[in-house]
Antibody, heavy 114, light 108 residues
Framework: QLQLQESGPRLVKPSETLSLTCTVS????????CSWVRQPPGKEPEWIAH?????????DYNPSLKSRVTISLDTSKNQFSLRLDSVTAADTAVYYC??????WGQGTMVTVSS | EIVLTQSPGTLSLSPGDRATLSCRAS???????LAWYRQKPGQAPRLLIY???NRATGTPDRFSGSGSGTDFTLTISRLEPEDFAVYYC?????????FGGGTKVEMK
């Protein structure tokens, strides 16, 4: 059974870059859509982006975040990553990696603060 | 972007009651790629139903999903203590993937 685990800094300063990695265990990423989702405290989840690989890499981004987001995939390490540039306090949230809809990581709380 | 509107915002019920949750989409959800999740405090969303009416592996049969197009419903036939939580619908038939605002099922 696939399991996902997020890793990365939990505190990021305003205007800097948030970087997270998701490690997949218990099987291969395969052709799954590897997604990042975030959830600000007390609010609903928000999809950020997804990436998949089946011969070539396909990415898709939430238009509201597209200008600041990069998603990447390393199939040799069974990992995918998120980069969010120029963060502000509004980017404070629990960040989840997921193989939507069925498999989710436990989430990691990232706070943007000086 | 497909906007998902969930109603009601809060349901106040007792254990053993029946719960009916609604998710309405601003346009048709492609191939009924509509998921229902339950989220308990401090936990990730857990998939219950996908797509639209199929129970995910491990989902108890007191949960059922119905609907198509723009109107979807999650029914919990008899509420258990662990069902008092927040429920979200989510579509990924069209980009961007979107979530509803959630329905909180609280104990009366």
């Amino acid at each position: 059974q696939l399991q996902l685990q997020e890793s990365g800094p939990r505190l990021v300063k305003p205007s800097e870059t948030l970087s997270l990695t998701c490690t997949v265990s218990g099987g291969s990423i395969g052709v799954n859509y590897c997604s990042w989702v975030r959830q600000p405290p007390g609010k609903e989840p928000e999809w950020i982006a997804h990436i998949s690989y089946s011969g070539n890499t396909k990415t898709d981004y939430n238009p509201s975040l597209k200008s600041r987001v990069t998603i990447s995939l390393d199939t040799s390490k069974n990992q995918f990553s998120l980069r969010l540039d120029s963060v502000t306090a509004a980017d404070t949230a629990v960040y989840y990696c997921a193989l939507i809809p069925s498999v989710w990581g436990q989430g990691t709380m990232v706070t943007v603060s000086s | 972007e497909i906007v998902l509107t969930q109603s009601p915002g809060t349901l106040s019920l007792s254990p053993g009651d029946r719960a009916t949750l609604s998710c309405r989409a601003s346009q048709s959800v492609y191939n009924n790629y509509l998921a229902w999740y339950r989220q308990k405090p401090g936990q990730a969303p857990r998939l219950l139903i996908y797509p639209a009416s199929n129970r995910a592996t491990g989902t108890p049969d007191r949960f059922s999903g119905s609907g198509s197009g723009t109107d979807f419903t999650l029914t919990i036939s008899r509420l258990e203590p662990e069902d008092f939580a927040v429920y979200y619908c989510q579509q990924h038939g069209s980009s961007p993937v979107t979530f509803g605002g959630g329905t909180k099922v609280e104990m009366k």
